[in-house]
C-alpha cells in the first residue's frame, strides 16, 4: 500500500488511537497542513458523507483526544 494511501486510512480510521498515532509521526508543517484538510472534508459540500464523517472523527480525536 502507498505510504500516502495508509496514512490516510489511519488517520481516518474512526479509531482514536490509530488516528492519533498517524498523527503523532507527521512532522509539525505536515499536522497542520492534515488539520487543514481535515476541517476542509468536515465542513465544505462535495465531499462523501462517509469521508466527512470520518474526518469529523478524525478531528474529535486529534483536538478532544
Not at 481535515?38 to 462523501?48: A, D, K, P, Q
Not at 466527512?52 to 478531528?59: G, K, N
Request: glycine letters at 6%.
Amino acid at each position: 500500500m502507498d505510504p500516502i494511501e495508509f496514512l490516510w486510512k489511519e488517520l481516518l480510521s474512526g479509531e482514536a488511537e490509530r488516528t492519533r498515532r498517524a498523527f503523532a509521526d507527521l512532522p509539525a508543517s505536515e499536522q497542520q497542513a492534515v488539520l487543514l484538510h481535515l476541517r476542509r472534508m468536515s465542513t465544505e459540500n462535495g465531499w462523501h458523507p462517509g469521508q466527512a464523517e470520518s474526518a469529523r472523527a478524525a478531528l474529535d480525536a486529534l483536538l478532544d483526544g
